[in-house]
């Protein structure tokens, strides 16, 4: 079944200068399985293709069933910077949590 990633985890993000950092937490170990599997920083650049303009990269953080993706060149020369209504990224947790992926009928409980 393809559902949004908001299922199946929550999402928190902010920002590191002109990057944006976004935390995804799994809600259980079976979603932090299939988060790592399917949430590819390849997928995360293309999700947002209209704003993250450099590279994604992911940290796995499992004693926390987590995720962490730092988009580069999203921001539009960070908060102090830019003239984006998002200038501190904010909002991209909650961007990456309409991501859709296929989930196993017997995760979603």
Do not use: W
Request: overall charge negative; aromatic content about 4%; charged content about 25%.
């Amino acid at each position: 079944m393809r559902v949004k990633l908001a299922r199946i985890a929550h999402a928190r993000s902010g920002d590191k200068g002109d990057a944006s950092n976004v935390g995804l937490v799994a809600t259980s170990p079976e979603a932090y399985e299939l988060l790592r599997r399917e949430v590819t920083p390849e997928r995360v650049r293309a999700h947002f293709a209209e704003v993250c303009r450099g590279e994604v990269e992911r940290f796995e953080v499992p004693n926390l069933l987590a995720l962490n993706f730092l988009l580069h060149d999203a921001l539009g020369g960070g908060g102090t910077a830019s003239l984006l209504t998002d200038a501190q990224g904010k909002t991209h947790g909650q961007g990456l949590l309409e991501m859709e992926i296929e989930v196993p009928e017997e995760l979603l409980g």
